[in-house]
């Protein structure tokens, strides 16, 4: 079995990691990323030599609503039983001994670009809480919690938004963004982990509701509205500068924070960076077409403009659509799985994903730019009378791509049927640790929460068998 557990690598001084960062500068809120770069440039010793480490510039998190079953994946078992092994068949790929299902021919292509890890798992079977976990990398409380809501104790920041806490904005435009919207349950029941919760709203990802495919797109959020002309946007904007600075001898915290929330919108709106990071509509026609004229297809395109435009990490991901049913919404295929698969999700994924893939490589961005897949949990490993998969944690599939990841590789084993880890299991609080260290920051990095303790970003471990 490989082993990936964290040996705390020395610095070239000798010094370990995390001996390191206590001794460097912390600051109020941890080791911020601009002290950790100063740092490596005044003396090149100080820069970690494991594997991968800063590779990626920027990430692109792929999240899959409702869980792709690994079986039709992944990790298919042709030798499986019936029951088990589903109506696909596997298929070679660009990997030496790696069958993927054959639902997935774009991106079997191209897989000695990309790291599949075969045995996550939470042994969490509710989409909420185990969500949290994936997109937090901390453990919810309880687990197998459904309709989980967002508030203490389960108010761990998300990946997303301690990147943006240690990145910072960049000219204008924010360091995490979502897109193209929140992750939620039937009933308009919001996941929890998606916000920067106890890290403090200006640390939140900018969330962005939209539907790129629609011909009529814009971003309601980024542009002025229909009925306001610029003149009458720079007038109240004069008029809030105007009122802030009435407020100014007074304890106006709230206000503050509001008065920065108001000036990026107002940096946002006039910034031309951020105005031609969302002109989607500037990519040539084949460009497009290849992504997929869908909502998932240019919402992963936008997500490569964004990164170009400076964006730390961007997460896109795939909910429900408007014509899906409660019985089966997005990948959550409890009923109709080969059905669902075949025609409405397995190609509009394989044909974005495999795109993403071929227009960073084509751009040189593909090494310094990080591409996560994956969903909150997997699919049982027998189907169910309605033809479907079940919620299923036990173990279940994710992929890397670029940014420090090492193209070809497979981690971990899961069992005959796919239904538990035999090899090389990984929890989410290692995923997170791997993203983090990809992008240049430390897992080890302190934060403080809001009575001023110190908190490691991750207390995983980083898989250096895939970098």
């Known amino acids: 079995m490989l082993s990936f557990q964290y040996s705390g690598a020395k610095l070239c001084d000798g010094l370990s990691r995390r001996e390191w960062l206590r001794l460097g500068s912390l600051g109020a809120l ?28 920027a990430c692109i998190f792929l999240f899959l609503l409702g869980g792709p079953p690994q079986h039709e994946t992944w990790d298919p078992k042709p030798n499986a039983t019936p029951d088990v092994r589903g109506d696909f068949k596997p298929i070679s790929s660009a990997t030496t001994g790696l069958h993927v299902c054959e639902l997935m021919p774009q991106t079997a292509k191209l897989t000695n670009h990309i790291a599949v890890l075969r045995a996550m798992a939470t042994d969490d079977n509710a989409h909420s809480s185990s969500g949290y976990w994936m997109l937090t990398g901390r453990p919810h409380t309880p687990k197998n919690f459904e309709n989980a809501t967002p508030g203490a104790p389960n108010d761990w920041p998300s990946i997303g938004s301690v990147v943006r806490k240690l990145r910072g904005d960049q000219n204008g435009i924010p360091g995490s963004i979502r897109l193209p919207e929140e992750i939620w349950n039937t009933g308009r ?12 709203a200006t640390a939140d990802p900018w969330l962005l509701s939209c539907d790129p495919s629609d011909p009529a797109f814009r971003v309601p959020d980024v542009s002025l509205p229909i009925n306001m002309t610029p003149e009458r946007f720079e007038q109240r904007h004069a008029l809030r500068q105007l009122m802030n600075q009435q407020f100014a001898s007074m304890d106006r915290s709230p206000l503050k924070s509001w008065s920065q929330w108001q000036s990026k919108a107002h940096d946002l709106i006039g910034n031309t960076k951020t105005q031609a990071a969302f002109a989607i509509d500037q990519e040539p026609d084949a460009v497009r077409d ?49 059905e669902r698969l075949k025609n409405a999700l397995m190609p509009p994924m394989d044909q974005a994903y495999s795109a993403l893939i071929e227009d960073l490589a084509a751009r040189g961005m593909l090494d310094e730019t990080l591409i996560v897949w994956a969903g909150e949990f997997g699919r049982s490993p027998k189907i169910n009378p309605s033809g479907g998969r079940d919620h299923w944690g036990h173990v279940y599939s994710a992929a890397l791509a670029g940014g420090g990841v090492q193209g070809g590789a ?23 640790a791997t993203i983090f260290h990809c992008l240049g920051i430390p897992p080890e990095t302190m934060v403080y929460d809001k009575a001023n303790r110190p908190m490691p970003i991750s207390n995983g471990h980083v898989i250096e068998s895939i970098l």
């Open 189 to 200: 029941i919001v996941w929890p982990g998606q916000n920067a919760g106890w890290l403090g």
């Open 290 to 338: 290849r992504y997929g004229r869908n909502r998932f297809g240019q919402s992963v395109l936008m997500a490569r403009r964004m990164i170009e435009a400076g964006v730390s990490l961007v997460q896109v991901n795939w909910t429900r659509g408007k014509e899906d049913e409660d019985v089966a919404p997005a990948w959550d295929t409890h009923a109709k799985n080969s």
């Open 410 to 432: 497979v981690y971990g084993q899961s069992d005959k049927q796919g239904a538990y880890p035999i090899d090389g299991r990984v929890e989410p609080q290692d995923l997170a």
């Open 30 to 57: 941890g080791l911020s990323l601009p002290t950790l770069e100063a740092a490596r440039a005044a003396n090149p010793s100080l820069a970690p030599h494991s594997n991968g480490f800063g590779k990626a510039k």
